[in-house]
């Protein structure tokens, strides 16, 4: 595994870049997502994209230097914790444009709850807004992700755009 | 035979979950994750203070929705996890009746990372009592938020414990049922299920998180 880990039995806890893993089941990550989505309506896609992105600049944050290179480690953590396949070669310190096959978040919705209208996919978009800033060094909120194509709603693969502050590309 | 927990954590923690060629993690008839506490905690407490300033019933509402959640994880997950080949194998051995299905399912999960859980107290069918030391909720809500003005934040916790009870002494997981949306309405929906209250919460101030599950 090319995730550092480290268990703590004593503790029963996982860490890795100083953060918390936790294991979870398709069943608990789409239910906790229809929770929010039903109660907090049009905030929720914020939230939880915001949440994702927090959560693994954190983890690359923590690990710093032990990461070369650190889109390849974002698409091994992301294949290695269950998300699914995510292809970050289309995507620079300009933007571009990404993709999740077998995504965690999409196959799941789709299997509990059936297909939806809208795009399923904010835990990886948030995922890919923080790996992104991370990798080219740009502040979490220059880097926004716009999933375009969702397998939940239809489409072949997920595909997001990525975009990032005119400012910050002009830098 | 006594449930050894170490035993179990080792087995368990020696599995090869990791995500495979299409980068999912099939195991116990469930997909799992290795995920971000992070991330739950984020959107949960998110989603609980937004309630907070909305009113009484949308704290309410907030509060059902986020333990059942943890409702659904433990009947899909702990459920799954008792049902599955490697229960069988590595627990399977060490129980020898259904009050030992509870001390076994607590030690698996002392190996998904949530922070140590402690049986405090089993009353066969009638009460179960879990102390967590550093639940990762709790954890990330005092780190983020510092000591929470809302009340206990443990709700995977809550759903978790209710959901063991619910799946050994309200239904009967030892008859290897088929885990159907209707047996999830029997076991939870139904007259004689469990609930499960925080009786205390670190993240509120207490020394430790107690969990306490009882017929609704």
Redesign the interface.
Known sequence: ?SVPIQ?D??????LSGG???????????C???R??E???GE?APK??T???A???H??LTGLGDAIEDIPAFAEAA?????????DLSGVGARGGAAKV??S?YA??WTAVHGPRETPACF?PA?FIQGAVAVAHGLPLESVTVEERGCYAAGAEDCVFDVRVSEGEVAR | MSVDE?AI??AV?GLP???NE????PA?G???????????N???Y??LH??HQEGPEAVA??RA??I???H??A???FG?IMLSQEWEAVVGPMLSGRDDWVPGIVSVI????????RLEGLTPGEELRVRV??S?ES??YLETHGTSKVGSVCF?ATGGVAGIMNLIYHGDILARPALTPDYYAELFAGTGRFVAEEVACRAAGAERCEVVARRA
């Open positions: 595994m268990f039995a004593e503790r029963a806890v996982v953060r918390s893993l936790v294991f979870h089941c398709h069943f608990y990550n239910a906790l997502q929770a929010i039903e109660g907090m905030r939230v939880l915001e949440g994702a927090r959560a693994i954190a983890q992301f294949r290695e914790l269950g998300f699914g396949l995510l096959q077998a965690h196959m799941g835990f948030g | 170490r954590v080792e923690g979950l990791v995500g299409e980068g999912l993690i116990f469930l997909y799992l994750t290795r995920h971000y506490a992070d991330y739950y984020h959107v949960s998110a989603y937004a309630a509402k907030a929705a986020l059942e959640a943890g659904v994880c009947f899909n997950t799954g002392n190996a998904l990372g949530w922070g140590r859980w030391d550093n990762y954890t990330g995977l």
